[in-house]
Structures are given as C-alpha cells and as structure tokens.
T-cell receptor
Framework: EDQVTQSPEALRLQEGESSSLNCSYTVSGLRGLFWYRQDPGKGPEFLFTLYSAGEEKEKERLKATLTKKESFLHITAPKPEDSATYLCAVQVNSGGSNYKLTFGKGTLLTVNP | NAGVTQTPKFRVLKTGQSMTLLCAQDMNHEYMYWYRQDPGMGLRLIHYSVGEGTTAKGEVPDGYNVSRLKKQNFLLGLESAAPSQTSVYFC??????????????FGSGTRLTVV
C-alpha cells in the first residue's frame, strides 16, 4: 500500500527563520512527487513536480528536493504570506494510464512577523 | 479561464436527504476526481473518471455515486446523507498525457454539513 507521511504536522517560524518540511514515501514505483500549497477555505494550489532522485526545483523562497525515500520543501527567509498548509502527494506507476495522487496529511506552516 | 468550478460552496443537509455536487472544468482535461478532506485525515479519493462516460471507485467510495455524462462535468451524488459525510469536498481535474507536469487543478471546495 502506498504511504505518504509528512512531518512535522505543524511548524511555527519567525519571519526570516529558514526551515524545511519533510515528506517521506513508500510506494511501489514512483512516477512523480507533487507539492501543493493550501490556504484556509481554498483548494490546493500546485507548486512543484519532481520525478527523479536528485532533482530540485525552486520558486521564490521555496525549493523542493527529492531522494529515493523522501522529499524536502525548504523555505528560505519566510514571510507571513508563506503561512499555509503544504501538501505532498505521490503518483505511482500503475498498469494503466492512471494518474491518481495519494496525499499526505500536510504540514501547517505559520510564519509570525 | 475559470479552471475548476464547484457548486454549491456550502450546504447543510438533514440525515437521509440527497444532493448532487457539481464540478465543471474548462481546460479540456480528460481525468476528473472527487476527494474529501477531513481534519487529521488528509485528502482521500472518493471516485474518479478517466474520460467521458467512465467512472471508477477510489479509496472511500461507499455512500457516494458519480456520473460523467459530459467531458467537462463530473457529478458527485449522496443518495442518503449521513453525519459521517460531513466534510469538505474537492473536485480536481488533470491531463492524461504522460507529460503531466502539473498534477491536478483543484476547485475551491464544497463545505457540506449533515445534521
């Protein structure tokens, strides 16, 4: 059974205090790993897709990295507007053209001014 | 370009009532999905569709039915609502081609309360 575990469940940072969120996964064959941001009362918003170990992607203060067992979302010098829940999801290689995503429970990030 | 639109945004049902949630996308996506999101449980797949006229069960399908009569629409039905179905429901859509770099596009959700 495919499993995605995110840690910590909640993280509180001061503005400018860099940190990382973790997403560990156990899947039969990884096709892609996705990061989403979700603001309260809204649907998840796409951030990154990573496909292979060693791959990195950046967007503003966020950088996502991938190994064979986990992914990290690094947040450099965060601002209060980075406060949100960050979701990790995996897409696995299946027999058909099936693009189901399995999500972790998310990390609630709060950045205080 | 509206993306994925869900209606209604909020609804309160009494136990045993029925209702249909509507999802519409204007991106010509082949695949569509219904998820529910509960505190501490994350997003769980209810049903999905890989094309017009097709549907399949996800992780938590019991108590729900779906239909995809048109490519752009995906309907989620509750025939006899139960308090356990109180949740936030998200619809999403995606491309089917292998160069699927963007995962899903999500709607803004429907907050359903069953009393």
């Amino acid at each position: 059974e495919d499993q995605v575990t995110q840690s910590p469940e909640a993280l509180r940072l001061q503005e400018g205090e860099s940190s990382s969120l973790n997403c560990s996964y156990t899947v039969s064959g990884l096709r892609g790993l996705f990061w989403y941001r979700q603001d309260p009362g809204k649907g998840p918003e796409f951030l990154f897709t990573l496909y292979s170990a060693g791959e990195e992607k950046e967007k503003e203060r966020l950088k996502a990295t991938l190994t064979k067992k986990e992914s990290f979302l690094h947040i450099t010098a965060p601002k209060p507007e980075d406060s949100a829940t960050y979701l990790c999801a995996v897409q696995v290689n299946s027999g058909g053209s099936n693009y189901k995503l399995t999500f972790g429970k998310g990390t609630l990030l709060t950045v205080n001014p | 370009n509206a993306g994925v639109t869900q209606t209604p945004k909020f609804r309160v049902l009494k136990t045993g009532q029925s209702m249909t949630l509507l999802c519409a996308q204007d991106m010509n996506h082949e695949y569509m999905y219904w998820y529910r999101q509960d505190p501490g449980m994350g997003l769980r797949l209810i049903h999905y569709s890989v094309g017009e006229g097709t549907t399949a069960k996800g992780e938590v399908p019991d108590g729900y039915n779906v239909s995809r009569l048109k490519k752009q629409n995906f309907l989620l039905g509750l025939e006899s609502a139960a308090p356990s179905q109180t949740s936030v429901y998200f619809c999403a859509s995606s491309y089917s081609r292998s160069e699927n770099n963007y995962g899903y596009t999500f709607g803004s959700g429907t907050r359903l309360t069953v009393v």
